[in-house]
């Protein structure tokens, strides 16, 4: 099939009355549409709370475990200088 012959077909399509669309399709499209809605809302509100529950315990964790703090020494420097007394 050629260019012309595809656009011969495409004007066929396009002229021909549209399809008759069933008249429970728009009640079923709105409510399928605001389900998916609720459905998007509740899980971004979801992934939010997640997030802010990962901040707050990071925050928790980090205020009482202080990782930047040095830890301290496990042995003792040598005594020098201490004879003398």
């Known amino acids: 099939m050629n260019r012309a ?3 011969a077909v495409a004007r066929r ?3 021909q009355s549209p399809p008759v669309v ?12 605001g389900r998916m809605l609720r459905r998007r ?3 971004r509100r979801l992934m939010w709370l997640v997030l802010c529950a990962a901040a707050v315990a990071f925050t928790v964790w980090a ?4 990782p930047w703090v040095e830890p301290p020494s496990e042995t003792t420097p040598p005594l020098t200088g201490w004879e003398g007394w």
Do not use: H
């Not at 205020?63 to 202080?66: D, I, K, P, S």
């Open 5 to 7: 012959e595809r656009e």
């Open 13 to 15: 399509i396009m002229e």
């Open 22 to 33: 069933p008249p429970g399709l728009y009640a079923d499209v709105l409510r399928r549409g």
């Open 41 to 43: 809302t509740a899980a």
């Open 63 to 66: 205020l009482t475990v202080r």
